[in-house]
């Protein structure tokens, strides 16, 4: 996640076991990781190959702990986001492939931010790329989306369907507990 109050918040390296490693950090390596992951889950590629497609992205020092390092790099790949929430406890349908919307996702990058993903110039950090990618709006890409997340089954009113979407975007809150703490310290401070 993007620290706004940091000038050099994007990471380059991972933490394992103990350590701290260089990664590649371009959104074209995190493409393939993607691609190399979703085949590991399905079964279609040998240990070995997952191992050698892992130390690939440790350009110098490589971890020996290669479960630990696929856990940092999983973690890396998709960081986690306070906003939206799971709300229903539904695991998400996917509504993006990189290879199947690489033409709409292309599109959308050079549309909304004159960004030319197919450059070889470009390094854009694959925590910059999540960014502009969840920034997107009035693209092909958007409408896309928009028809996969589309539920017919749900026979929701609209103002359910907005709730929940309320709920999903709604910012942490403290507890009301903090909150009565946070008050209090606070009222302690104009006391005599």
Known sequence: MLDLAKVN????????????FLIQTDFRYWIVFSRVIEKATRGEILEVEL?????????????????????SLI??????????????????????????????????????YNINLLDPK????????????????GTKLDEIIGYRCFNADDKTKYEDA??????????????DKETAEQLDKFNSLFEK
Not at 51 to 65: N, Q
Not at 88 to 106: N, S
Not at 130 to 135: E, I, M, N, T, Y
């Open 9 to 20: 918040s994007l990471p380059s390296s991972v933490l394992v076991g103990g350590k701290e």
């Open 51 to 71: 191992v050698e497609f892992l130390a690939s992205m440790f350009p110098f020092s490589k971890p020996t702990d290669f479960k630990a390092a696929y856990d």
């Open 75 to 112: 973690q890396f790949f998709n960081p986690p986001c306070e906003v939206p929430c799971n709300v229903g406890g539904a695991i998400p349908e996917k509504v993006l492939d990189y290879d199947v919307d690489a033409d709409y996702i292309y599109a959308a990058f050079r549309e909304q």
């Open 122 to 137: 470009l390094r854009l950090h694959w925590w910059e790329f999540q960014a502009l990618l969840k920034g997107l709006h």
């Open 162 to 175: 907005q709730k929940r979407m309320k709920e999903a975007w709604r910012l942490p809150q403290p507890s």
